[in-house]
């Protein structure tokens, strides 16, 4: 799977649009991008993942750049509980579907 | 949330002694996986498995194993816990389809005096 790379650690103030960035520059053209979070102390939680094309659901728009390298994960009204580590992971969706977690960027929401 | 359950939440214990770490699922997806998370390590796989008594090593697989007897049930054994193995743990399980999105449980906080 390609390696990412993220900021260690973001603030945004509350009801703001939180932006967070993924470097992805190895990935192969069967790679998905996927974003999940992981609130203080519990199991982590799946956002949401895309190919090539922006996707949006009801937690999150994931916006890849057009030769997919990097990616950036918007949450679009930030509340106090969106405060998390946010990890990025590129992987095939194929096989056993091993995850390999990076440290990810610890977003701090601020009242 | 899938339906992942582990238990026990919380456990202490000896260097030396078996410890047995068991994860319930209910929603028959076919892949399970343990994990542990340490500070400045973030997540590292232990094991996995495909299928009832099919399993595979992570990257993280010494001085663990692991068994799968039924679809629901994924043990994790500490045969002689160190205190290397002070961690948390997590399940996940997968389930395959046009999202393959992995969900995890709530976590096991193990610590081995």
């Known amino acids: 799977d390609a390696k990412t790379t993220q900021p260690t650690s973001m603030d945004c103030a509350e009801g703001r649009a939180a932006n967070l960035p993924c470097n992805h520059s190895?990935?192969?053209?069967?790679?998905?991008v996927y974003w999940y979070r992981q609130i203080h102390s519990q199991g982590p939680q799946y956002i949401i993942h895309?190919?090539?094309n922006n996707e949006t659901n009801e937690m999150a728009s994931l916006i890849i750049t057009e030769d997919r390298k990097s990616s950036t994960l918007i949450l679009p009204h930030a509340t106090l509980r969106d405060t998390a580590v946010y990890y990025c992971?590129?992987?095939?969706?194929?096989?056993?579907?091993?995850?390999?977690f990076g440290q990810g960027t610890r977003l701090t929401i601020n009242p | 949330d899938a339906g992942i359950t582990q238990s026990p939440r919380h456990k202490v214990t000896e260097t030396g002694t078996p410890v047995t770490l068991r994860c319930h699922q209910t929603?028959?997806?076919?892949?399970m996986y343990w994990y542990r998370q340490d500070p400045g390590h973030g997540l590292r796989l232990i094991h996995y498995?495909?299928?009832?008594?099919?399993?595979d090593k992570g990257e993280v697989s010494d001085g663990y194993s692991v068994s799968r007897s039924k679809t629901e049930d994924f043990l994790l054994t500490l045969e002689s816990a160190t205190s290397s193995q002070t961690s948390v743990y997590f399940c996940?399980?997968?389930?395959?389809?046009?999202?393959?999105?992995?969900?995890f449980g709530p976590g096991t906080r193990l610590t081995v005096l």
């Open positions: 992971i590129v992987r095939l969706v194929q096989g056993a579907q091993k995850l390999v």
């Open positions: 498995s495909y299928g009832v008594k099919d399993t």
């Open positions: 996940a399980t997968l389930l395959a389809g046009t999202t393959d999105t992995q969900y």
């Open positions: 190895t990935i192969s053209g069967n790679e998905y």
């Open positions: 895309g190919l090539k």
């Open positions: 929603e028959n997806h076919r892949y």
